[in-house]
């Protein structure tokens, strides 16, 4: 009963119950209603998005290289509570994680086929680059946002851990922070559901493409059951012994898996590529983030690929930021947002440039494409037939799937814990159990509302919540980065 007592993780979970019963008992008018808002949203707010991530990018890198990058977090003579390969490893799986297997073959195909914008870059270069953009810099500006406030008021003014702790000098109302956890709260859910209903969506279509049968929903809802079950467990666990240890598993195969692509294709032609559009997305960083002049895609493109994307990383970064922050005492901000911004980024480009280098190769030496890669859901497995030991390939991509998924859920309960626990380091595991449930519960509403029309699917379900519920969030980052700058400049303790 004492849980009824704690307002944040009542009023929290009673709105997403709420959101869970409208899904479930009027699924069909749920949809048309966030298809509604989420036009409107895109009309009035999609360039804001754009402007946002630059913003981060710029924000982030300002900090880093001033004054203000050396201050550590915790006491000065504190070191990295965790190693780099572990750090790296942890922040890359709940940061990133699955998305990477989803989009690994069909972004870069679909980008050289369909060209953004007319440049003169061969179309297989500026499909790369556009691939980094949208995985690149801005993604993880948005958790180093988070990561950076929150591993401030955390470790050096020993505050909460909760959102709401980073502006609590400036908002003191106790309304008005309790509601700002809240969203924090919601946001984190959704777009948690968000990449839950996308994996078991394709580990479904795996198991499809492997055993040449059609598992429909039921097979979805059963995977998602088995995903929260095993994240659960890791959650229980803690840090150190459940989610360091998959994540490090995760890390460590999927290395292997892209080892052995890059080692049985074009080692000349996947470096020569992974160069030139990684120099191209540096120098048209700016005006990509802009969509200026003749790096503007158009409308239709930018609402269904960018706007999208950037709406996706906000309503991860509230999670993923704090949890990078949790695992990253020791370490100097300059340390944790170059670290951020640079290490995951290119091993996303390596990995985009292997795969899709690999595959533009493929449909050159098939001499026509007829859009085999373009089913999100089974094109790596598609991709994988083309080589040696295709079966085990694809298993081994069916397992990191269920694995990373794993690794950001766990992630994900953790945190929310942490903010219903009163801000506790170390969450009571009553908190992870009541989470884990919850977030299920709203997994199979998403996965249902992806299903209600036979023109939709829950990459669409998914495009239209998220662009929606993003939206207070991404506004309340800017008065968040404003206040964090307000409290930089008050340091009493002055850096030498």
Not at 61 to 80: E, M, V
């Amino acid at each position: 009963m004492k849980h009824l007592k704690n307002p944040l993780l009542s009023v929290s979970i009673g709105i997403i119950l709420i959101f869970t019963l409208v899904v479930f008992f009027a699924t069909e008018a749920s949809y048309e209603a966030i298809e509604i808002a989420s036009m409107w949203v895109r009309n009035y707010f999609g360039f804001f998005y754009l402007y946002l991530g630059l913003g981060c990018v710029l924000f982030l890198l300002a900090i880093a290289f001033s004054p203000f990058g050396k201050i550590k977090l915790g006491k000065k003579d504190s070191q990295p509570e965790y190693s780099l390969w572990a750090w790296t490893a942890m922040l890359y799986s709940a940061g990133m994680g699955s998305g990477i297997l989803l989009r690994a073959v069909q972004e870069p195909v679909f980008m050289q086929q369909h060209p953004p914008y007319q440049s003169d870059l061969q179309p297989e270069i500026l499909a790369l680059e556009f691939t980094f953009y949208q995985w690149g810099f801005t993604a993880w500006a948005f958790y180093g946002l988070f990561a950076m406030v929150v591993g401030y008021a955390l470790f050096v003014r020993k505050k909460k851990v909760r959102v709401s702790s980073t502006i609590e000098d400036n908002i003191s109302y106790p309304v008005a922070k309790s509601g700002i956890d809240i969203m924090t709260i919601i946001t984190t859910v959704f777009g948690l559901i968000a990449a839950i209903g996308l994996g078991t969506t394709q580990i479904n279509g795996g198991l499809n493409h492997v055993f040449t049968t059609n598992f429909g929903v039921t097979t979805t809802l059963f995977l998602a059951v088995l995903i929260s079950a095993i994240a659960f467990y890791s959650a229980w666990q803690g840090v150190t012994k459940g989610i360091q240890i998959i994540s490090k598993v995760n890390i460590v195969i999927t290395t292997l898996l892209l080892l052995f692509v890059f080692l049985m294709s074009d080692i000349t032609g996947i470096l020569i590529a992974f160069g030139t559009a990684t120099l191209n997305y540096l120098i048209d960083f700016v005006p990509m983030s802009l969509a200026y002049g003749s790096y503007h895609p158009g409308m239709a493109f930018l609402t269904d690929w960018t706007f999208y994307y950037w709406a996706f990383w906000i309503a991860w970064a509230p999670f993923t930021g704090i949890f990078i922050a949790r695992i990253s005492k020791g370490r100097t901000l300059r340390q944790l947002l170059l670290g951020v911004l640079i290490i995951p980024s290119l091993g996303t480009f390596f990995w985009f440039s292997v795969f899709g280098t690999s595959a533009f190769e493929l449909i050159e030496s098939w001499g026509s494409y007829n859009n085999e890669f373009g089913n999100v859901f089974s094109s790596i497995f598609v991709f994988f037939g083309n080589y040696p030991i295709a079966t085990l390939l694809n298993f081994t991509t069916i397992f990191l799937l269920i694995s990373f998924l794993v690794t950001s859920v766990d992630s994900a309960v953790f945190v929310l814990s942490m903010f219903t626990d009163h801000g506790k380091k170390d969450p009571n595991k009553k908190h992870r159990l009541i989470w884990a449930v919850f977030i299920l519960m709203a997994t199979m509403s998403l996965l249902l509302l992806g299903n209600a029309k036979p023109n939709i699917d829950v990459l669409t379900a998914v495009q239209k919540l998220l662009i929606v519920t993003s939206l207070p969030f991404a506004l309340f980052m800017v008065y968040m980065a404003g206040a964090f700058v307000w409290e930089l400049m008050n340091r009493k303790e002055k850096l030498t």
